[in-house]
T-cell receptor, first 116, second 114 residues
Framework: AQSVTQPDIHITVSEGASLELRCNYS??????LFWYVQSPGQGLQLLLK??????LVQGIKGFEAEFKRSQSSFNLRKPSVHWSDAAEYFC??????????????FGKGTLLTVNP | NAGVMQNPRHLVRRRGQEARLRCSPM?????VYWYRQLPEEGLKFMVY????????ESGMPKERFSAEFPKEGPSILRIQQVVRGDSAAYFC????????????FGPGTRLTVT
């Protein structure tokens, strides 16, 4: 069964600093990979996704993520964090085979706090 | 284009009552997914429905939980005889096709069982 690990439960950064949120997955092959963001009391918004091709993926709000097959990782990055980026971030995967590629498996999330 | 709509946003039920959660997918979307977010846990897949069909309910608890997506109207997640452990946020998502396409999430229904 596939699984997702987000090692950092809570990260605090200063506004303007760079950010990297870690995500590792366990799956027999390369899954479909996603990053979602959830603001307090809100639903999830897709930041970016990786299906194939270029391993560096650009998303909305200035975020990017890099897929590294050798490390089974899909880390999210942003060069300069804004106060409005404070939220909870979820990494998710979906399997490529077996007819269940619609089923997202989420990590437990990383809560981002941004200090002024 | 309105997004995925869920109602109610907050629902309080006493133990033993029934909870009915509604989800209207985005216009043009015929695939609906329900996820549950328990405290201190990530989101867990519950069920995948298309109009009038349950495609995959492998994440649904075996008892008390049911889901439907009728030909007309919203998708309904129904929880009978709620217990305190059912307290969670329930999210609905929709997509225009099946497969690993972007799933658009609603704002969720936060169920509290007292």
């Amino acid at each position: 069964a596939q699984s997702v690990t987000q090692p950092d439960i809570h990260i605090t950064v200063s506004e303007g600093a760079s950010l990297e949120l870690r995500c590792n997955y366990s799956y027999g092959a390369t899954p479909y990979l996603f990053w979602y963001v959830q603001s307090p009391g809100q639903g999830l918004q897709l930041l970016l996704k990786y299906f194939s091709g270029d391993t560096l993926v650009q998303g909305i709000k200035g975020f990017e993520a890099e897929f590294k097959r050798s490390q089974s990782s899909f880390n999210l990055r942003k060069p300069s964090v804004h106060w409005s980026d404070a939220a909870e971030y979820f990494c998710a995967v979906a399997g490529r085979g077996g007819g269940s590629n619609y089923k997202l498996t989420f990590g437990k999330g990383t809560l981002l706090t941004v200090n002024p | 284009n309105a997004g995925v709509m869920q109602n109610p946003r907050h629902l309080v039920r006493r133990r033993g009552q029934e909870a009915r959660l509604r989800c209207s997918p985005m216009k043009g979307h015929s695939h609906v997914y329900w996820y549950r977010q328990l405290p201190e846990e990530g989101l867990k897949f519950m069920v995948y429905l298309q109009k009038e069909n349950i495609i995959d309910e492998s994440g649904m608890p075996k008892e008390r939980f049911s889901a439907e997506f009728p030909k007309e109207g919203p998708s309904i997640l129904r929880i009978q005889q709620v217990v305190r452990g059912d307290s969670a946020a329930y999210f609905c998502a929709s997509s225009p096709q099946d497969g690993p396409y972007e799933q658009y999430f609603g704002p969720g229904t936060r169920l509290t069982v007292t």
